[in-house]
């Protein structure tokens, strides 16, 4: 079946920096690649998602960039602020089901 | 838009209690939605996949007579954990997927946390 990893486990950024997560996934049928943000105690908050059809999608301070042929797909955040902190969870999913297959996570924290 | 409201936020019962759990999707009709488990600094672990008018699917290892799940209309799914224990206290988190031909994104509710004494 489908595996996501995903790196870093937690990551460490100077206020105004920029931030990157990384994820793969195994199964060439997954086509759809979201991402969520979870704060403590709230559920996941669907931040970002690329269909397998494209390569790039922005969104103000955030993007999301995706290789097929290399199986894996990143988030970019710039400028980054206090509110960004929290963890944040790639997934994946295909046709077949609709479930999403989740990353372990990586816990963001920005530094001021 | 895409509202998932999620219903108690916090529960505390005795032990042997069953305590029912509330997903409504607020402004999307939602075919199928989706019951998650999350552990401390874990990601989510899917319980079931809850169709509207069908019986759910329950994943590997999760009782389905323990975990009933109830998805009467496009709008509304119930999670019930019967007679609970301790080691059924958890975070249990819901998901809804919208009714659109496709894989379309889940938006999630923002959790139950359940205590069991």
């Known amino acids: 079946g489908e595996n996501v990893e995903q790196h870093p486990s937690t990551l460490s950024v100077q206020e105004g920096d920029s931030a990157v997560i990384k994820c793969t996934y195994s199964d060439s049928a997954s086509n759809y690649f979201p991402w969520y943000k979870q704060e403590l105690g709230k559920g996941p908050q669907l931040i970002i998602d690329?269909?397998?059809n494209v390569g790039e999608k922005k969104d103000q301070r955030i993007a999301v960039t995706l290789n097929k042929t290399a199986k894996h797909f990143s988030l970019h955040i710039t400028e980054t602020q206090p509110e960004d902190s929290a963890v944040y969870f790639c997934?994946?999913?295909?046709?077949?089901?609709?479930?999403?297959?989740w990353g372990a996570g990586t816990k963001l924290i920005i530094k001021p | 838009g895409a509202v998932v409201s999620q219903h108690p936020s916090w529960v505390i019962c005795k032990s042997g209690t069953s305590v029912k759990i509330e997903c409504r999707s607020l402004d999307f009709q939602a075919t199928t939605m989706f019951w998650y488990r999350q552990f401390p600094k874990q990601s989510l672990m899917l319980m079931a996949t809850s169709n509207e008018g069908s019986k759910a699917t329950y994943e590997q290892g999760v009782e389905k007579d323990k975990f009933l799940i109830n998805h009467a209309s496009l709008t509304l799914s119930t999670l019930t954990v019967t007679s609970a224990h301790p080691e059924d206290s958890s975070f249990y988190i819901c998901?809804?997927?919208?009714?659109?031909?496709?894989?379309?994104?889940?938006?999630f509710g923002d959790g139950t946390r359940l205590s069991i004494l």
């Open positions: 997934a994946a999913s295909m046709n077949s089901n609709y479930q999403l297959i």
């Open positions: 998901s809804a997927r919208e009714h659109r031909g496709g894989n379309q994104p889940q938006h």
């Open positions: 690329i269909r397998s």
